[in-house]
């Protein structure tokens, strides 16, 4: 079983839907990351959360949130989705700690029409 | 938005041929990590680099973490077809541990 796990795989909205992606962990790391990947720009870091309590703005939070309900879960939302946001999305997971490697989610394809 | 400067953006090589990339920043990093994405998956760690001047393999792997700490290069030697995908830089940070990425390097291999 895979120690990332990222739902759905595959989402096509419509502008202005609120839409919620969701991350869960097996690997028992406090800290969860989520990432926008676009064509030509490589990763760009949205929100990261160190442990429950802690949440943190990334690069492009701009019409993002997040919600850490508990260690092993970590939920990105997009308020009112926007054809812009369209990309593909992962989360991921490190346990914290001088060689700090994030694991990665298969990841979750987003269209906004 | 920060970005690492990685070249060439896409390889088009034949089997058995060695490949050879690279990554550049303005600044400094503490760490410098190569990933390998395969088509529909998440990013996979190949290979991480800690300390200025380091050299590590792994298999048919080879990068360097350079001696300014403002780069990094990685080799592969003989490619093989499963080598194709998408390589990517990252360099990191002690002061805020948030990885900054490179637009990715796509491996081809002609048949």
């Known amino acids: 079983d895979a120690d990332v796990t990222q739902t759905p795989r595959n989402r096509i909205t419509k502008t202005g839907k609120r839409i919620m992606l969701e991350c869960s962990q097996t690997?028992?790391?406090?800290?969860m990351y989520w990432y926008r990947q676009d064509p030509g720009l490589g990763l760009r870091l949205i929100y990261y959360s160190f442990d429950v309590k802690d949440i943190n703005k990334g690069e492009i939070s701009d019409g993002y949130s997040v919600s850490r309900q508990a260690q092993a879960k970590f939920s990105l939302s997009l308020e009112s989705a926007i054809p812009n946001q369209t990309a593909l999305y992962f989360c991921a997971t490190s346990a914290g700690g001088d060689t700090d490697t994030q694991y990665f989610g298969p990841g979750t394809r987003l269209t906004v029409l | 938005g920060q970005q690492l400067n990685q070249s060439p953006q896409s390889m088009f090589i034949q089997e058995g041929e060695d490949v050879s990339m690279n990554c550049t920043s303005s600044s400094i990093f503490n760490t410098w990590l190569w990933y390998k994405q395969d088509p529909g998956e998440g990013p996979v760690l190949l290979i991480a680099l800690y300390k200025a001047g380091e050299l590590t393999s792994n298999g048919r792997l080879t990068a360097q973490f350079g001696i300014t700490r403002k780069d990094s290069f990685l080799n592969i030697s003989a490619s093989i077809p499963s080598d194709v995908g998408i390589y990517f830089c990252a360099g990191q940070r002690l002061s805020n541990y948030q990885l900054i990425w490179g637009a990715g390097t796509k491996l081809i291999i002609k048949p």
């Open positions: 690997k028992g790391h406090d800290r």
